[in-house]
């Protein structure tokens, strides 16, 4: 599976952005896609992930109310629609795959991964 991640870029605080990652290779595969966000000198965290078949969905508490993943099977695509953007959102954020069999926010359960998209906050 092959992921790469686009979308970010520099927005005011408050503002909105919407992040893609288009997957291709075996996607079917996958039972679950996800976005993880990382800044300098810490760890990678959890942001969001949805089952890829049923579309149910978890989020960091943190980003709930204001990001929503979604995904299109038809093009194999995952997004993640970020409103209320808050400095403190400003980070690299990945796109992920994983195959694991239930709903994970472990990092380390992912097994395939895009490049980073930066994504920088204003206040």
């Known amino acids: 599976v092959q992921l790469q991640a686009y979308g970010g870029g520099l927005v005011q605080a408050g503002g909105s952005l919407r992040l893609s990652c288009a997957a291709s290779g075996r996607t079917v595969s996958s039972t679950y896609m996800g976005w993880f966000r990382q800044t300098p000198g810490k760890e990678r965290e959890f942001v969001a992930a949805i089952n890829w078949s049923a579309g149910s969905t978890n989020y960091q508490d943190s980003v709930k109310g204001r990001f929503t993943i979604s995904r299109d099977k038809a093009k194999n695509a995952v997004y993640l629609q970020m409103n209320s953007l808050k400095p403190e959102d400003t980070a690299v954020y990945y796109c992920?795959?994983?195959?694991?069999?239930?709903?994970?926010?472990?990092?380390?359960?992912?097994?395939?991964w895009g490049q980073g998209t930066q994504v920088t906050v204003s206040s």
């Open positions: 992920a795959a994983t195959n694991f069999w239930m709903m994970t926010m472990d990092q380390n359960k992912y097994n395939y």
